[in-house]
């Protein structure tokens, strides 16, 4: 079966860091882009960063440029978002997916990505 699966979410004070997991399982990662995506209630979507497994070139969304490194491990077929400086608009449920063109680049069209992951809950409070 085909999945992902994110881990590492959790409640986190302001300034505090989180690394978040997204592992492939029943299919390698080889020829994707893996991009993360968060929504907070009551907002739309967004993506946040992604990662090309073709030459490991990346995309982050301007909110958390400087704030938020993604990195792949190809042994381990997971990708990791790594999370420091966390602020309360940080709090979201993020999910990771895959796309088969390789390239880092995101959309806001859903149905662009092969597979989903159900989420992973992140909430930046005191």
């Known amino acids: 079966q085909m999945q992902l699966v994110e881990s590492g979410g959790g409640l986190v004070q302001p300034g505090g860091s989180l690394t978040l997991s997204c592992a492939a399982s029943g299919f390698t990662l080889d020829g994707y882009s893996i991009g993360w995506f968060r929504q907070a209630p009551g907002k739309e979507r967004e993506g946040v960063s992604c990662?090309?497994?073709?030459?490991?070139?990346?995309y982050y969304a301007d909110s958390v440029k400087g704030r938020i490194t993604i990195s792949l491990d190809s042994a381990k077929n997971t990708v990791y978002l790594k999370m420091n400086s966390l602020k309360p608009e940080d709090t979201a449920v993020y999910c990771c997916a895959t796309d088969s063109s390789g390239v880092p680049v995101m959309t806001d069209d859903k149905s662009w990505y092969d597979y989903w992951g159900q989420g992973t809950q992140v909430t930046v409070s005191s």
């Open positions: 990662i090309s497994n073709i030459d490991k070139s990346t």
